[in-house]
C-alpha cells in the first residue's frame, strides 16, 4: 500500500503590532523681518570732502562739521553757531515712494536756542522741479534727544525730496546734529 500523504499544517503569520510614530512637532515659520533703510545719504556726517560732509548743503557759512564726537553716531556731527543770521542745512535730493509715509528721525543737542530752529520737506517732481514743501515744525531751545517727525508726501507728483534744518533771521543757536535717517512705516 502506498502511504497517502498528510497535510503538514503551516503556521500562519500573524500580525506583529508596532508602535505608532509619536508626531513631532515643526516649527512655525515666523516673519523675517526687513530691515529698515535709512534713505539719507551720510546720515551722520562721516564721509567728508574738505572740511564738508558730503551730500549736504549749506547757504551760509553758520553750519560746520564737528569732529570731536560731540554727536551720537561716529566722530562728526554738523553744528550751527550763529548769532541772528538766518542759516539752512538741507540733505541732497533723494528719490521715495510717494504711497508710503515716513519717520524723519536725527539726534539733536541744543545748546542753546533763543530764536527759531526748525525742519522743512522740500518736495520735487521728477525733473527735479520744486512743487511743494512742508513745514515740519520747531523745537524746544533745551532739547537733548532724538526728534522723529511724520512725513507723508503731499501728492503723487512728489518723486523726490529733500530735508531741510533751518533758523530764522534773528536766532541765536548752538545746535549739534547728527543721525539723521528717513525711514518707510
Do not use: C
Not at 74 to 82: K, M, P
Amino acid at each position: 500500500p502506498t502511504p497517502t500523504p498528510t497535510a503538514t499544517p503551516t503556521a500562519t503569520p500573524t500580525a506583529t503590532p508596532t508602535e505608532s510614530p509619536t508626531p513631532t512637532p515643526t516649527a512655525t515659520p515666523t516673519a523675517t523681518p526687513v530691515p529698515s533703510v535709512n534713505l539719507v545719504n551720510n546720515s551722520s556726517f562721516e564721509q567728508t570732502s574738505g572740511n564738508w560732509p558730503i551730500a549736504w548743503t549749506q547757504d551760509t557759512t553758520q553750519w560746520s562739521l564737528s569732529t570731536n564726537s560731540v554727536g551720537s553716531d561716529g566722530a562728526n556731527s554738523a553744528r550751527l553757531i550763529t548769532n541772528g543770521t538766518r542759516a539752512h542745512l538741507f540733505t541732497d535730493l533723494f528719490n521715495i515712494d510717494n504711497t508710503k509715509s515716513f519717520v524723519w528721525s536725527q539726534y539733536l543737542k541744543i545748546n542753546s536756542l533763543t530764536g527759531e530752529f526748525g525742519f522743512y520737506i522740500d518736495e520735487y517732481n521728477s525733473n527735479n522741479d520744486w512743487i511743494s514743501g512742508q513745514w515740519k515744525g520747531m523745537i524746544a531751545p533745551t532739547f537733548v534727544g532724538t526728534h522723529s517727525i511724520n512725513y507723508t508726501p503731499t501728492s503723487a507728483s512728489v518723486q523726490k525730496i529733500r530735508l531741510q534744518y533751518y533758523v530764522t533771521l534773528g536766532s541765536v543757536a548752538d545746535i549739534i546734529l547728527d543721525a539723521v535717517s528717513l525711514i518707510a512705516n
